[in-house]
Every structure is written in structure tokens, then in C-alpha cells.
């Protein structure tokens, strides 16, 4: 009788944890917020600033719609990335930490760059050119970084979006800028806020 050897049974890893896929991310409201931002915030500065304004706007009115635009998308985009962070553990929530801190010290270098830069070059309008289309930059940038870590195209489709004619839109100087960061970037928001249903896949 021949003698049969039992080959031992090798268990693999757990085949849902191993592929678990990160938590989605609805980014509808913040598209929405920054989106108004740049409609209403870009699109007053585009109207009112230059040789021949459009409309005659007190100075403060284009950063205050911007202000309050970003703030309501920054707020959104915290909501989003914290409920996505509940039951997270491991490497899934040290990214969600890590990219979290990257819009502070994104912004943090900006500021430092538009400063400097400031200080060394007498430009008047130069702070005036670099915030809208640095913070495309800044913000197109962190898209991407998080769009890549969550494996979500759309939202690393949108930063490479925003970073590139962000800072193409420097080429037409004041107005032209202003209209391409309104229409570029405000349209952008809107085509991902509809994209973002249907990827979700929200009736």
C-alpha cells in the first residue's frame, strides 16, 4: 500500500483585505463650492480689473466672493476626507493624514514663494497674478496627489487640469488670466461635479 504524503495547505492572504479598495470619496460639494469660487470670485475680477473694466466693482467684492467660495469648498473637502477616513487603518489612514497636510503646507510654500518674490521683484501687480493662479497650481497639484492615492481618474483628471491652465493662464496677464481661471476652472468643476454622480453611481 503506497504511502501518501498530505501536501500541507497554504493559506494566502485574505483575499479582501489584500484587494480592499479605498473608501469612496463623494467630492460633489466641494467641487460645487470651489467651483462658485472661481465662477463668481475669478469671473468679478475679470470684469472689473484691467485697462477697461466692464463693470465698475469695489475692490474687495472679487477676493471676497474667492474667499468665500474656498473657504465653503475647503470645509466640504475636509467633511469628504474625514468621513472617508472612518474605519480606516493602517496605510489607509496615514495617507489620508499625510494628504491632508499637504493643502497647509502647500499653501504655507505658496505664500512664502509669493512673498519672496514680492520683496526681490518690483512688480505691483505680480501678488495680484500669483495667488489665482498659484493656488490653481497648489490645489490642481494636491488633486493629483490625492486622485493617484485613491485610484479616482476623475479627481487626478481635474488637478491636471487646473494645474496646467492655471499656470498657462499667466501668458495673458490682467484681465485675460481672470477670464481663463472663471471659465477653464469654473467649467472644469461643473463637468466633474456631473462626472463625479455617475462614477459614484448615483441616479
Known sequence: MPLTIAAPQVTGPNTATATRS?????NRAAYIGF???YVFGHGSAALSKGTSPLLDL?????MALLAAGLAVGTIQATRA????????TGPDLLSGKLLGASW????????????????????PDLQS????????LIVGLIYVSEGA????????GLGVWLALTSTAALFLGTPGLYWVLAIAGGGA???????ERRRLGLR
Do not use: K
Open 149 to 156: 492615492a485613491r485610484r479616482n481618474v476623475l479627481h487626478y
Open 104 to 123: 497647509l503646507i502647500g499653501f504655507a510654500a505658496l505664500f512664502l514663494a509669493i512673498t519672496g518674490l514680492s520683496s526681490a521683484v518690483d512688480t
Open 22 to 26: 479605498p473608501v469612496e470619496v463623494d
Open 81 to 88: 476626507a474625514l468621513r472617508a477616513q472612518r474605519g480606516a
Open 35 to 37: 467651483g462658485l469660487a
Open 129 to 136: 497674478m500669483l495667488w489665482p493662479t498659484g493656488s490653481g
Open 189 to 195: 468643476y461643473a463637468v466633474a461635479t456631473a462626472l
Open 58 to 62: 469695489p475692490a474687495w467684492l472679487p
